[in-house]
C-alpha cells in the first residue's frame, strides 16, 4: 500500500515541526527550511547539468547534507525528536573548502567581477549560489530571533554558497566559455 502524499492538515495555512508543534507556514523556521529545500532542487538540476564526475559527486552529497540541514532546521528547538537526527560533521565544510581549492588551482586569478552567463550549467550555478545565500540569510535571522540555528549549518550554508561560486567558474572554464566582465558605466 502506498502512502498518501497529501494530509490535508495543511489546508489553513498551518503545519508541524518534527516534535508536533504546530507552526504557521509563514513562520521563519519553515521559510528556511523550504529556501534549503528550494537549492537542493537547484542542485539537482546543476547536477544534471554538468560533466565533472567529482563536481557531481560532491553535489550529491551536498543534496544528502542538505536534507541533514532540513532535517535539524525542522526540528522544533525546545523537544527533543522520537527520530534520530543525522548531524553535520567539520569534515563537511572540509570538503567543500577542498574542492574549492583544487578548482582554484586551475582558474585564472579573478581581476573583475563576474556577471552569472555563459551556458545555462554556469547560470544555473549562480542561481544555486543566490538560492544558497537566501538560505543562509533566513538562517541568520533565525538565529537572530533566537531560535536555535546550529553553528555549522550557517558555516556549511556560507562555505556551499563559496563552492558553487567556483564551481560556476570552474564548469565555464572547463568549457571553454569566457567569463563576463562587468562593465560599470562610467
Known amino acids: 500500500m502506498s502512502l498518501k502524499i497529501y494530509t490535508k492538515t495543511g489546508d489553513k495555512g498551518n503545519t508541524s515541526l518534527i516534535g508536533g508543534t504546530k507552526v504557521p507556514k509563514s513562520?521563519?523556521?519553515?521559510?528556511?527550511?523550504?529556501?534549503?529545500?528550494?537549492?537542493?532542487?537547484?542542485?539537482?538540476?546543476?547536477?544534471?547539468?554538468?560533466?565533472?564526475?567529482?563536481a557531481r559527486e560532491l553535489l550529491q552529497s551536498v543534496q544528502d547534507r542538505l536534507f541533514v540541514v532540513g532535517a535539524a532546521l525542522a526540528c522544533d528547538p525546545e523537544k527533543e525528536p522520537k527520530m534520530k537526527i543525522p548531524d553535520l560533521q567539520p569534515d563537511d565544510v572540509t570538503a567543500l573548502e577542498k574542492a574549492i581549492d583544487t578548482m582554484n588551482e586551475t582558474?585564472?586569478?579573478?581581476?573583475?567581477?563576474?556577471?552569472?552567463?555563459?551556458?545555462?550549467?554556469?547560470?544555473?550555478l549562480h542561481i544555486a549560489r543566490c538560492v544558497c545565500r537566501r538560505a543562509e540569510r533566513c538562517c541568520v535571522r533565525l538565529e537572530l530571533e533566537s531560535h536555535e540555528v546550529e553553528p555549522i549549518i550557517?558555516?556549511?550554508?556560507?562555505?556551499?554558497?563559496?563552492?558553487?561560486?567556483?564551481?560556476?567558474?570552474?564548469?565555464?572554464?572547463?568549457?571553454?566559455?569566457?567569463?563576463?566582465?562587468?562593465?560599470?558605466?562610467g
Open 154 to 185: 550557517l558555516q556549511y550554508l556560507n562555505r556551499l554558497s563559496d563552492y558553487l561560486f567556483v564551481l560556476s567558474r570552474y564548469v565555464g572554464h572547463t568549457m571553454g566559455i569566457a567569463e563576463i566582465a562587468w562593465k560599470p558605466r
Open 27 to 54: 513562520d521563519l523556521r519553515i521559510e528556511a527550511y523550504g529556501t534549503v529545500d528550494e537549492l537542493n532542487s537547484f542542485i539537482g538540476l546543476c547536477r544534471d547539468l554538468i560533466t565533472d564526475e567529482p
Open 107 to 124: 582558474l585564472p586569478v579573478m581581476k573583475f567581477f563576474i556577471l552569472p552567463g555563459g551556458a545555462p550549467a554556469v547560470s544555473q
